[in-house]
């Protein structure tokens, strides 16, 4: 049994001081006292908020941001990107990805995430071959996970066709494709894994519904049920203007649309990106529980467009983040450009929130701690007994913290400045991040810096 103290700390309730957490043997808070005495408990430097979820990334992906920028002088788009990330693939190996894996997921902590959903679809061999071991790439993360000390809850992704209406996947695409019995061998062999380690949890990803069929992808969702009920389903929805055409070409219905009325949405669900919903999807989306995926820096890196965020939120919709493409990996800045973008469409301020906010990065910073934890369904993203002990310490010797008082402490912390306010970091109650430092930053760096010189020249 552990304690800590903390002056200041974000508990479901809001914010409470001098709180004293206990956290037993198996990483988990057992106790939270508010006005309590320091006693002989460890005190921490600064104010403790619940370790952000990371609910969508493609951990690969973080080799290659900035490789494809700059091209088709205004006639580039999501589409062409997605042609040098294919490219990139080619030559990717199961040690490669860990390394990148390992490095990508201590970025992720020391920025103040503390579990993330890996988005998963590289299941085969440069030759689109299965590895002997089917699920080598998916084991590789896990292991990149464990080392690095993050929460992991995994998504191998189902993906068998290249759009509506089960047309032929590419060449380019044969690292991903697998039918039912693939899909489903790789995703058993993963389960026991995943079920002995106390901080991974194992989901579902049917990539988006331009890579399945309707049969294929209620196919897998029974076998996936009849296994864990339970289990975490994330889908690409509504992200480009052309896939909303091309839905409608092929159905009649728009992506959401589509899903509303076909799929069993909860909150297992987790639909990534949904940039282009109106307002009737809107109002059902929210009405059924299932939390919408937001990567904003992915987002407007592709060009994706603004997602509905105000009609949204009207809605009570639940939400979470994600780092996506790994080109940025901060929550502060994913926040901070989610409320941003809303800005510059509506050309007024402060425009999410209810009528009752009086903290906006408090309510931007709780809403999507708690969607991202349904979202990863992991029990973190509380501060109170039986949520696993996932905090992060606040510096409050940074510039832009000094002398902050409560109700602007996280306004301060998501719109005031560029430096990372993340000064340490503990997951499953051990402290990973100690005075900005994780002690495997120094060695993965070099062999990163010495993988990126391979992969990129």
């Known amino acids: 049994m552990k304690s800590i103290f903390a002056p200041l700390a974000l508990l479901p309730q809001g914010w409470a001081e001098n709180v004293c957490i206990e956290i037993d043997q198996t990483g988990f808070i057992t ?25 969508h990334s493609h951990a690969f992906q973080r080799a290659m941001a900035g490789l494809a920028e700059g091209i088709g002088q205004g006639t580039d788009s999501f589409w062409g990107w997605r042609q040098v990330m294919y490219g990139f693939l080619d030559r990717l190996t199961p040690d490669q990805l860990e390394i ?38 998916s084991t590789r993360l896990i292991a990149a996970a464990q080392s ?19 047309q032929k996947a590419s060449t380019e695409q044969r ?8 899909f489903m061998g790789i995703w058993q062999d993963l389960k026991p894994l995943c079920d002995d380690q106390p901080c991974i949890r194992l989901g579902v990803a049917p990539h988006s519904l331009r890579a399945v069929t309707p049969a294929l992808l209620m196919e897998v969702l029974t076998a996936v049920d009849q296994a864990d009920n339970t289990a975490p389903i994330h889908i690409h929805l509504a992200e480009q203007i052309r896939e909303v055409e091309d839905c409608i070409a092929w159905s009649g219905l728009r992506p959401v649309e589509w899903a509303i009325a076909h799929l069993p949405l909860s909150d297992r669900w987790c639909l990534v990106h949904a940039t282009h919903m109106n307002s009737e999807e809107c109002r059902q989306v929210a009405e059924r529980g299932a939390i919408v995926g937001l990567c904003p820096t992915t987002e407007a890196n592709l060009g994706d467009g603004v997602f509905p965020a105000v009609e949204y939120f009207k809605c009570q919709g639940q939400f979470g983040i994600g780092s996506d493409s790994n080109i940025s990996v901060s929550p502060i800045e994913e926040l901070r450009w989610l409320e941003y973008g809303q800005r510059l469409s509506h050309q007024r301020r402060g425009v999410i929130g209810s009528p009752n906010t009086t903290s906006l990065g408090e309510f931007l910073y709780s809403g999507a701690i708690a969607g ?8 973190i993203g509380r501060l109170q007994p039986g949520y696993r002990a996932d905090l992060v310490v606040l510096d409050p010797d940074l510039p832009t913290l000094l002398g902050a008082s409560v109700p602007h402490l996280l306004n301060k912390t998501i719109f005031a400045g560029n430096q990372n306010p993340i000064r340490d970091v503990m997951t499953a109650g051990r402290w990973v991040v100690r005075d900005r430092h994780h002690p495997l930053e120094t060695k993965i760096y070099k062999t990163y810096r010495d993988l990126l010189k391979q992969l990129q020249d």
Do not use: C, W
């Open 31 to 55: 106790a939270v006292t508010v006005n309590a005495s320091e006693h002989h408990a460890n005190r921490v430097p600064g104010p403790i908020l619940p370790g952000m979820p990371n609910l």
């Open 100 to 137: 990148i894996a390992t490095f990508l997921y201590i970025e992720m902590l020391k920025a103040g995430f503390t579990a993330v959903a890996e988005f998963h679809y590289i299941h085969h061999d440069p030759q689109g071959q299965p590895y002997t071991q089917r699920s080598e790439l």
């Open 148 to 166: 690095a000390g993050i929460g992991l809850t995994l998504l191998p992704v189902l993906y068998a066709y290249s759009n509506f209406g089960g």
């Open 175 to 182: 690292r991903f494709i697998t039918n039912a019995d693939q």
């Open 372 to 379: 991202g934890a349904k979202a990863l369904g992991q029990p």
